[in-house]
Structures are given as structure tokens and as C-alpha cells.
């Protein structure tokens, strides 16, 4: 089937389009990407975002409001893909939909009890025509799961390695990773979890520290001018997320725009410079990451496969081959898929997965209950011909 992905990731920077030939069954799968593009948010739409993610400053109107506005710019985003591609949108047979997501609401038990993603499936399947698959994360949490990290349940069916353990490392806003059993092991079961902050709090207060002249710390250029500075680095470890045992989720509402202001005022309090502080994130980022695979890697760990954005950021992958030594570190590219649109993909599969009636998670990776059918289906006018062709399949 020829599927498109759409995920916007908790940094809020864009819509990543997928177009995806997604085929075969769990066992022998096979995704491949046709055709990527990221299409950025302009600035007032990322605060718009950002704003309505913020309990102290949103309101239910401009909830409402994003959650067609998106959907506008996906439906479009989607429908230039598809020109681009040399494609028609009748040739699509589906789209699979993250949304964005507003509030992932983790209690301090460690229970997810709600998660909101935004961007009304009805308006893209409307503008698109085709069948549209969305709200992946509720059915597992209703289930007693997470509701994710849902790329895990994908890493699970592409990308394990014959004889060895692997370690698929996201570093988008939040980091997660899924410890995957080689394919000659046939009892165990993998794992995936949210590290901790990715790149949200650097942005912030990359953001913060150059008064919006940047958003992030190009290719890890500012941390590479800094200093680390132990002391604060062993402070900000001690937040109790990172002892959490998995399964184990958090986002923004964790940290975010506040927690990342609050840690620059506390860094400048201590007299850090701005580079230092950057250095200093951009330390702490990879040093969860090494610790989280130091406290529940369940065998040694010989390949970690890095996407995300982080992955671009050279400070941060340099101190990651540091701490998981003797581990080798590649990218998604080192193994033949696309890093920048790997989350994309995810949700092309996913989508998949639903349409042909399979569940696509796994309670070893979210903590649920029983494995769910994932997602909730909008028809679009394709929908009757694809109902035909099941039939006769």
C-alpha cells in the first residue's frame, strides 16, 4: 500500500510527510520511503504551539482553533508531497496521522491517565480524499499503557539485528529508546522507554540566550565553545525521572519552556557563561541517555542507531560515542533508512497495521495491559474502494 506518514515531534518545528510503499505482514515487513519532505512552521504558528501547550497561558479557543488550523497545513503539506512525488492522491491508499501533541499527562505514580494530540483527521481526509488514520496514543492508554514511545512497536518489526543487541536512539525534543533482541533470540522481549529531555530544553535555551536569533545549537557549535560544568550537570541528574523505572513517558510537561527558563536562571545564578550553559544541556541530554542504558539495558548493547535531530548536533554525538563505549555509534542512515523522516514512517506503518486489523504495540514496550489495535479511522473517498479491495483480497 502506498501510505503517507505526518508526525509533528514535540520540538514543534514542522510537519514531517512520509510517502511510504508499506508491505507484508509482522515477521516480514518491509517499509521503504518513496518520497520526504519537512515543511517548517513559520514563527507565529510554532508559538501558537507552544503557547497552547502551556497550561498558564492556553485557552480553549486557541485549542480548538489549532487543532483545524494544523490540519489545514498537513492536509496541504501532504498534498504538495504527493505533486512532488509525481504522484495523484488517488493513488494514496491511506494517511497515517500523529498530530501534535499538547499534553501528555504522566501522574506522579508514573501512570499516564491522558494524552492529547491535535490536528482533526476529518479536515485532512476532506482536503486529501484519503482515508485518514489518527489518535494512535489513546487506545493504549485507555489499555493502562503509555501510549508510547509508539516508534518502538515499528523498531521492533524493521530493524533488529541478526546476531547482536541494538539500541534505537530518538533524540527529537524527548529522547526514547527500544533495546531490541537480536533475531536469532527468540525470548526475549524489547524495551522502550522516554530517556528524558532530548533537545527541548537546549532549544529553549539556545532561544533564551541568544534573544531568538537561534533556535538551536547548529551542528553542537555553541556547546563546542563552552565548558561543562560538573557540578550543575550532577545537580540536574538528580531529578527523580531518570531513576523511574520503564515503562516510563514524559514530555514538555516535565520539560519544557519553564523548566528550561528556571535551569538558565540557575545556571547564570552560579555565573555560567552562555556557552557553558549550552555545553552543559547539551551534557545532560547525552549523559540520560548513557545512564538510562547503564540502569535497564537488560544484555550488552553493541550498535546504537541515533535519529532525531540530535544526531546532527556533533558535541552531543561525540559525547555519546564517549559514554557508550565500547558500543558503535551509527545513524539510521548507516542502516539504509532516513533518519529525517523516520518518525514519518513510524505512522505510515502504524497506519497499516490498523487498516489491516493487527495490533501495532506491544505491552513489553508500553506497560498496557493486552496489546491494542491502534488509532482511529476517518474515512475519505477512497474508502469504499478500499474496503472492496480487502474484500477480495
Known amino acids: 500500500m502506498l501510505i503517507i506518514g505526518l508526525m509533528s515531534g514535540t520540538s514543534a518545528d514542522g510537519v514531517d510527510v512520509a510517502i511510504c510503499d508499506v508491505r507484508g505482514a509482522p515477521g516480514n515487513m518491509a517499509a521503504d520511503l518513496l518520497h520526504g519532505a519537512t515543511c517548517e512552521y513559520d514563527p507565529p504558528m510554532r508559538q501558537r504551539i507552544l503557547t497552547c501547550c502551556d497550561p498558564t497561558a492556553s485557552r480553549v479557543d486557541q485549542i480548538a482553533a489549532l487543532h483545524v488550523d494544523l490540519a489545514e497545513i498537513f492536509a496541504r503539506n501532504a498534498l504538495e508531497s504527493i505533486e512532488q512525488a509525481g504522484l495523484t492522491p488517488s493513488q494514496i491508499d491511506l494517511i497515517g496521522s500523529h498530530g501534535q501533541t499538547l499534553w501528555h499527562n504522566v501522574?506522579?505514580?508514573?501512570?499516564?491517565?491522558?494524552?492529547?494530540?491535535?490536528?482533526?483527521?476529518?479536515?485532512?481526509?476532506?482536503?486529501?480524499?484519503v482515508t485518514t488514520i489518527s489518535?494512535?496514543?489513546?487506545?493504549?492508554?485507555?489499555?493502562?499503557?503509555?501510549?508510547?514511545?509508539?516508534?518502538?512497536?515499528?523498531?521492533?518489526?524493521?530493524?533488529?539485528?541478526?546476531?547482536?543487541?541494538?539500541?534505537?536512539?530518538?533524540?527529537?525534543?524527548?529522547?526514547?529508546?527500544t533495546f531490541l533482541p537480536p533475531l536469532a533470540d527468540a525470548s526475549s522481549a524489547p524495551i522502550g522507554f522516554d530517556t528524558g529531555p532530548?533537545?527541548?530544553?537546549?532549544?529553549?535555551?539556545?532561544?533564551?540566550?541568544?534573544?531568538?536569533?537561534?533556535?538551536?545549537?547548529?551542528?553542537?557549535?555553541?556547546?563546542?565553545?563552552?565548558?561543562?560544568?560538573?557540578?550543575?550537570?550532577?545537580?540536574?541528574?538528580?531529578?527523580?525521572?531518570?531513576?523511574?523505572?520503564?515503562?516510563?513517558?514524559?514530555?514538555?510537561?516535565?520539560?519544557?519552556?519553564?523548566?528550561?527558563?528556571?535551569?538558565?536562571?540557575?545556571?547564570?545564578?552560579?555565573?555560567?557563561?552562555?556557552?557553558?550553559?549550552?555545553?552543559?544541556?547539551?551534557?545532560?541530554?547525552?549523559?540520560?541517555?548513557?545512564?538510562?542504558?547503564?540502569?535497564?539495558?537488560?544484555?550488552?548493547?553493541?550498535?546504537?542507531?541515533?535519529?532525531?535531530?540530535?544526531?546532527?548536533?556533533?558535541?552531543?554525538?561525540?559525547?555519546?560515542?564517549?559514554?557508550?563505549?565500547?558500543?558503535t555509534v551509527l545513524t539510521h542512515e548507516d542502516i539504509g533508512m532516513d533518519s529525517d523522516f523516520k518518525e514519518a514512517l513510524v505512522f505510515a506503518v502504524l497506519a497499516y497495521e490498523t487498516w489491516h486489523g493487527r495490533p501495532a504495540s506491544l505491552p513489553a514496550l508500553t506497560g498496557a495491559q493486552h496489546a491494542s489495535l491502534l488509532g482511529q479511522i476517518t474515512p475519505g473517498r477512497n474508502h469504499a474502494d478500499l474496503l472492496r479491495r480487502a474484500t477480495h483480497s
Do not use: C
Request: hydrophobic share 45%; charged share 20%.
Open 107 to 129: 501522574l506522579p505514580s508514573g501512570r499516564v491517565s491522558a494524552s492529547l494530540q491535535v490536528v482533526e483527521p476529518a479536515v485532512i481526509a476532506e482536503r486529501t480524499g
Open 135 to 177: 489518535n494512535f496514543r489513546a487506545r493504549d492508554v485507555a489499555a493502562g499503557g503509555q501510549g508510547a514511545p509508539l516508534t518502538s512497536y515499528v523498531d521492533w518489526l524493521l530493524l533488529r539485528h541478526p546476531r547482536h543487541w541494538r539500541a534505537i536512539q530518538n533524540i527529537g525534543g524527548m529522547g526514547n529508546v
Open 198 to 327: 532530548g533537545n527541548a530544553l537546549l532549544d529553549i535555551a539556545v532561544a533564551q540566550l541568544t534573544a531568538g536569533a537561534m533556535n538551536y545549537d547548529r551542528d553542537g557549535e555553541l556547546a563546542g565553545q563552552g565548558r561543562v560544568n560538573e557540578e550543575w550537570l550532577d545537580e540536574m541528574l538528580g531529578h527523580p525521572y531518570y531513576a523511574r523505572d520503564y515503562p516510563k513517558t514524559t514530555g514538555r510537561e516535565t520539560f519544557g519552556t519553564a523548566a528550561a527558563l528556571d535551569l538558565v536562571a540557575a545556571a547564570q545564578r552560579r555565573g555560567l557563561s552562555s556557552t557553558e550553559i549550552i555545553a552543559t544541556l547539551t551534557a545532560l541530554t547525552a549523559t540520560n541517555i548513557a545512564d538510562a542504558y547503564q540502569r535497564f539495558a537488560p544484555a550488552p548493547v553493541q550498535e546504537v542507531i541515533l535519529g532525531g535531530g540530535g544526531r546532527h548536533n556533533s558535541a552531543m554525538v561525540g559525547l555519546l560515542r564517549q559514554l557508550l563505549a565500547p558500543a
